[in-house]
């Protein structure tokens, strides 16, 4: 059973593969063994990529995913980052950081060691960066990638996983972490990003057994119970939105 820690407030212990980890209401996972803080799919830059193509948006994503990981790095204080892929929504995000966003992403990078995962929106290494980038890694007992594919991951992203959960008659869309007790797919970090339903069929080859979901509500981590979720084109009597759905 998921239990919880005056430690870390909010967060949710899950046993993935053998492997203590936290949950956290951020989207990011710690790995207490590894000292390390994984996030996914924060998409740098995702505003101003469709500003670019003439849809005006506030371009302060960045700003906005650059603190929530910065909050987690000081409420965890590990010893490396691992970005776990789309960690820039495109091969030009970089260039059009501002530069207070890059002069932070800077001080996080050489204030922790980074592990960059690529991702399939940003297939090269980033450029001005400190952090090492590799396709996959072992760390702490588990094997992480950007994609669930293949044999042998254990976390992966790229997903975007939400759950839309109901209670009382009223739905509540939120990201979500997803697990079988061996594998895990992570919640998308980034402050623009949408999400898939875990009922959608894209989940099955990674969970064709079932699984857990963990949603983000708020300040804290909840355990859901399968039976409560819903496709997103169930009724629902009522239901809200999430932030960062």
């Known amino acids: ?3 919880r820690s005056n430690q870390w407030p909010g967060a949710c212990h899950w046993r993935l593969s053998g492997t203590d980890v ?5 989207g990011a996972m710690f790995v207490p063994a590894a000292s390390l803080l994984v996030v996914s799919d924060l998409h740098f830059e995702k505003g101003s990529h469709y500003a670019e193509r003439g849809q005006m948006i506030p371009p302060y994503d960045t ?6 990981v910065e909050a987690a790095i000081r409420k965890y204080r590990p010893r490396t980052v691992l970005s776990l892929g789309d960690t820039f929504h495109d091969g030009r995000a970089e260039a059009r950081m501002m530069a207070e966003d890059r002069q932070k992403l800077i001080a996080l990078c050489e204030a ?11 297939p090269l290494p980033p450029k001005a960066f400190r952090g090492r980038a590799v396709e996959e890694i072992s760390a702490g007992g588990l094997h992480f990638t950007h994609e669930p594919e293949g044999a042998g ?18 739905g509540f869309r939120r990201s979500c972490f997803i ?12 402050a623009y990003t949408g999400g898939l339903n875990v009922l959608d069929e894209a989940f099955a080859p990674a969970f064709p057994d079932g699984f857990d979901v963990f949603l983000r509500s708020g300040p804290r981590v909840f355990r859901v119970p399968v039976s409560s979720l819903r496709a997103d084109n169930q009724p629902v009597r009522g239901w809200r939105l999430g932030a960062r759905a």
């Open 22 to 26: 936290w949950l956290d209401a951020s």
């Open 153 to 170: 991951w254990h976390v992966a992203g790229h997903l975007h996983p939400c759950a839309l959960a109901v209670s009382e008659g009223r």
């Open 179 to 190: 697990s079988d007790g061996t594998r895990m797919i992570l919640p998308s970090m980034g």
């Open 112 to 122: 922790q060691d980074w592990i960059f995962v690529l991702g399939n929106h940003d």
């Open 63 to 68: 700003r906005a995913t650059l603190k929530a």
């Open 1 to 3: 059973m998921p239990t």
